[in-house]
């Protein structure tokens, strides 16, 4: 038997136990997709979007990386909350982190990761600015959470200095931005930045010229 195989059992159990509750279910997804919300969050497998939000696919349009950046030169995250906002006409965007993320922990500690040291690098800018801050934090893993939460906040920032955002809030789109984290511990979501959701809270600085 294939090691594979037990996948695409679980996946015809799965298909199966969808299509019991709603026979249409599928007939109807393959149509089309309108999704409300974009989820941007991290790679770490044990922080699967749709479950721990409870929402069925078609419901929650999804991009994951490591420690859950937005960056101004990654053309892949910048297309996702493109087509997201400007075709999608989602209505949030939430950007969320967990606690004990890896890619934190190895920017704060200089961790060696190979190709991803590129990308952790993000983050090393993000302990770089709080630095007074998370250092003051003794326990270790406080420390670590401390800078996940810090990485959201910034993360968000990032996603409303991007222009498609602010263009849809200057032409009255309903959008709204969130900065949440989840405890692998517990399950639980947490938001821990307010919700930003007119050029009005961005500084003047990061506003795209003209608007």
Request: proline residues 3%; hydrophobic residues 40%.
């Amino acid at each position: 038997m294939n090691e594979l195989d037990t996948l695409f059992q679980n996946n015809e159990q799965w298909a199966n136990a969808i299509k019991a509750e709603d026979p249409a279910f599928f007939e109807k997804l393959a149509k089309q997709q309108n999704p409300e919300y974009l989820w941007i969050g991290c790679a770490d497998s044990r922080v699967p979007a749709n479950e721990i939000v409870g929402l069925l696919p078609g419901e929650l349009f999804v991009h994951r990386n490591i420690a859950n950046c937005v960056v101004h030169t990654d053309l892949n995250c910048l297309s996702v909350i493109y087509y997201a906002v400007q075709v999608l006409k989602i209505k949030h965007i939430i950007v969320c982190g967990h606690y004990g993320c890896g890619g934190v922990n190895a920017a704060l500690n200089n961790f060696q990761l190979g190709l991803a040291d590129h990308w952790i690098r993000n983050i090393r800018d993000v302990y770089y600015t709080n630095r007074t801050e998370v250092d003051g934090v003794l326990d270790s893993k406080a420390k670590v959470d401390l800078l996940c939460e810090l990485n959201v906040k910034q993360q968000v920032s990032n996603v409303c200095h991007i222009p498609v955002v602010q263009n849809a809030w200057a032409a009255g789109q309903p959008l709204a931005v969130h900065g949440w984290i989840y405890g692998i511990g517990d399950g639980r979501l947490k938001s821990i930045v307010d919700s930003i959701d007119s050029l009005d809270q961005i500084p003047e600085q990061y506003r795209v010229a003209g608007l």
